[in-house]
T-cell receptor, first 109, second 116 residues
Framework: GQNIDQPTEMTATEGAIVQINCTYQ??????LFWYQQHAGEAPTFLSY??LDGLEEKGRFSSFLSRSKGYSYLLLKELQMKDSASYLC??????????WGAGTKLIIKP | GAVVSQHPSRVICKSGTSVKIECRSL??????MFWYRQFPKKSLMLMAT?????????EQGVEKDKFLINHASLTLSTLTVTSAHPEDSSFYIC????????????FGEGSWLTVV
């Protein structure tokens, strides 16, 4: 079967750095997405990785290793507004999005 | 970035009535749009894939006669919840695939449906 694993919840301190991991086993791979979702709102797009390596976009970076079926989202200089759920999704061989359950990130002052 | 607009953001309807939710891609053409449902504290659940000019593809367990999807143009897909029941109350989210931006999926704002 297809599976995406992320930690259920993480806690970090304002101003610090946090890494949210995502491992996947899917039938084929055509890219990995990270989305941010605040409670009660729709997800917003953060990043897209299709090749191995690190993609940096401001305070957020996303890393992919296809051979390991592994990705992480790195958030730097954490702000209170970064408290949200972070969703990892993989596009499989049929170009269907397979979703992780999301990681709830709690930022403390 | 690309914008997807969903309307209405909140709707309350009576049991037995139908309600339509619109999803529009504002600055790109979306041959494929997706409709999701999300229960509180749960992950997104794909309901159906909507392809412009053809019938939607429904996921297993989703009633196609209850959740009518119409993708009449490259920028508009609609979801109609027919004969709504209180258990249909949920957060419905649409998304659209932008073929010009590496097939990135962009989401609408979501629609809260409450059936009373």
């Amino acid at each position: 079967g297809q599976n995406i694993d992320q930690p259920t919840e993480m806690t970090a301190t304002e101003g610090a750095i946090v890494q949210i991991n995502c491992t996947y086993q899917t039938s084929g791979f055509n890219g990995l997405f990270w989305y941010q979702q605040h409670a009660g709102e729709a997800p917003t797009f953060l990043s897209y990785n299709v090749l191995d390596g690190l993609e940096e976009k401001g305070r957020f970076s996303s890393f992919l290793s296809r051979s390991k079926g592994y990705s992480y989202l790195l958030l730097k200089e954490l702000q209170m507004k970064d408290s949200a759920s972070y969703l990892c999704a993989v596009k499989d061989s049929n170009y269907q999005l397979i979703w992780g359950a999301g990681t709830k990130l709690i930022i403390k002052p | 970035g690309a914008v997807v607009s969903q309307h209405p953001s909140r709707v309350i309807c009576k049991s037995g009535t139908s309600v339509k939710i619109e999803c529009r891609s504002l600055d790109f053409q979306a041959t494929t749009m997706f409709w999701y449902r999300q229960f509180p504290k749960k992950s997104l659940m794909l309901m159906a894939t909507s392809n412009e000019g053809s019938k939607a593809t429904y996921e297993q367990g989703v009633e196609k006669d209850k959740f009518l999807i119409n993708h009449a143009s490259l920028t508009l897909s609609t979801l109609t919840v027919t004969s709504a029941h209180p258990e249909d109350s949920s957060f419905y989210i649409c998304s659209a695939r932008d073929g010009d931006r590496e097939n990135t999926i962009y989401f609408g704002e979501g629609s809260w449906l409450t059936v009373v």
